[in-house]
């Protein structure tokens, strides 16, 4: 069977890798319209690189008055568990020879000043009292707040009143040095073709069922043939999607959002008295994607602080491509459905195109604000963070992410955006369980499937503490992150 995959980020080699791994017969390809695996929206700066397993973000954790809901944050640290059996799978198999190329263990925290203390405490009571977060500790005490997250502590008045939690065995992940070893592990050992600089322009099908892909490869023009194709392409997966005709097409559309980060190089020394990511409350009408967050980020072997993100409104699909790409995509059984966002989310529109025009002075008072001193402690530097396209479904704005396939199983494609990254293999899992069913047919594909994955179903892992504990503690101890004795 012919398979192609577009875009060789973090999504394609992940599925790539996986399909090969259980299905060592299927031919695959993948066209990637950049020029290196991991090169777009998955690259180290592009990516925000938390490793989100929900232990800081309280947009997961939505309060309705008195009533917090931890159900998403349950399905995404589950998630992220699955995640790390693949990696660590990677690594005991030699196809990824030191973990910390990709992977290094990083604190997870969440501050909040006076105001938001009681969301606080309501949500570490009904987080720690289950088995995904046991170990997750909290404090109102300033030294032991410093003593986690020094650096947005050090300028702060003692009498100011904060609460913060912490996860000692949180990760940062790079997940653009994870998609270049996936990248070249498929094609060096699974035999996977991947072919760059190859942007798609157009897929259809052909009388005889097949997918016809047609492209431009460094200036020609060029055509595949897929018996299954794919769509992996971040925000350039809506235009493609447009032209499939397939009937499902016309109830989504694309969003995009853009975003910034502060950012500045930091000593081995000074990343070893700063080794977190906390995470501070969204303002009021910001997307859940701004939530501001100082990030310990490793990248090639050296630190940064990373400070955002800050959003902005910027109607391209992926970084590199044309307002006009985004408008070409747009059809006019979409307008409805972009006009109901901007009415029904005006103050989000709003928000987001005054963010776009803010300054480097504004974006250091934000930092300054969240860390008292630290603005001018490093020095800092904006840089562009990736693009990503939010889903509008049947008119209404959605975060997350939605795996769609068609009813023949001979296309399949990932809109939207976070958690992304962070629950790539789990996500591709179940892709490649509805749009190749039959590879999980025979005997030896269940074996090498459970070989990756000893366990991959979310329920069990949220149900069952016993099993998740064994899961978690034998991939942390592949992945090198240690739980300390102070937990």
């Not at 031919?27 to 319209?33: A, K, N, Q, Y």
């Not at 925000?48 to 997961?60: D, M, P, R």
């Not at 969301?119 to 707040?145: K, N, P, V």
């Not at 043939?225 to 989504?252: E, N, Y």
Request: aromatic share 10%; net charge neutral.
């Amino acid at each position: 069977m012919n398979v192609i995959i577009i875009g060789a980020g973090i999504m394609g080699t992940t599925f790539a890798t996986l399909a090969k791994e259980i299905a060592p017969e299927l031919d695959i390809t993948i066209l990637e319209r950049l020029e290196g695996a991991g090169a777009g929206n998955s690259s180290a700066f592009w990516n925000a690189g938390t490793g989100h397993e929900a232990n800081c973000e309280l947009n997961y954790t939505p309060v309705d008055e008195e009533v917090i809901s931890v159900e998403k944050a349950l399905k995404i640290h589950a998630q992220f568990n699955v995640a790390k059996q693949f990696w660590a799978y990677l690594i005991k198999k030699g196809t990824i020879k030191d973990p910390k190329t990709f992977i290094n263990q990083t604190k997870h925290c969440t501050i909040v000043s006076e105001s938001a203390i009681e969301e606080l405490q309501l949500r570490f009571r009904e987080m720690s009292a289950h088995h995904f977060f046991e170990h997750m500790r909290y404090s109102e005490d300033f030294d032991e707040i410093k003593s986690w997250i020094p650096y947005t502590m050090e300028g702060r008045p003692r009498d100011e009143k904060m609460a913060a939690t912490v996860i000692e065995t949180g990760t940062d992940v790079n997940f653009g040095a994870l998609t270049e070893q996936m990248a070249a592990y498929a094609v060096q050992d699974l035999g996977v073709k991947i072919e760059y600089g190859t942007h798609v322009k157009r897929v259809h099908r052909s009388p005889s069922g097949r997918w016809i892909i047609e492209a431009d490869s460094r200036g020609t023009a060029v055509q595949h043939k897929a018996d299954v194709l794919f769509v992996g392409a971040g925000g350039g997966a809506f235009p493609l999607l447009k032209k499939s005709h397939l009937p499902f097409r016309k109830r989504f559309t694309g969003f995009p959002v853009g975003g910034r980060f502060l950012q500045a190089p930091i000593t081995k020394e000074q990343a070893g008295d700063y080794r977190a990511k906390t995470y501070g409350k969204a303002k009021v009408g910001a997307p859940p994607m701004s939530v501001p967050h100082l990030d310990l980020r490793v990248v090639d072997g050296k630190h940064y602080l990373l400070f955002g993100p800050f959003a902005s409104f910027k109607p391209v699909l992926e970084k590199g491509r044309s307002f006009f790409d985004y408008l070409r995509s747009i059809r006019l059984h979409d307008i409805p459905g972009l006009l109901n966002v901007a009415l029904e989310h005006f103050p989000l529109v709003k928000y987001l195109v005054s963010e776009t025009f803010k300054g480097e002075k504004s974006m250091l008072e934000e930092l300054e604000s969240f860390a008292p001193g630290l603005s001018k402690k490093f020095d800092w530097k904006p840089i562009e963070a990736g693009q990503r396209v939010q889903i509008i479904k049947d008119g209404d704005l959605q975060m997350g992410t939605e795996i769609l396939v068609s009813k023949d199983k001979t296309y399949g494609t990932l809109l939207g955006a976070s958690p992304g990254a962070s629950v790539s293999p789990e996500v591709m899992l179940r892709c490649l369980e509805k749009l190749l069913p039959a590879i999980f047919s025979n005997e030896k594909a269940k074996q090498k499937k459970k070989e990756i994955f000893p366990e991959d179903t979310l329920d069990t892992l949220i149900n069952h503490p016993d099993r998740y504990r064994e899961i978690r503690d034998a991939v942390n101890k592949q992945l090198g992150i240690i739980r300390s004795t102070a937990e």
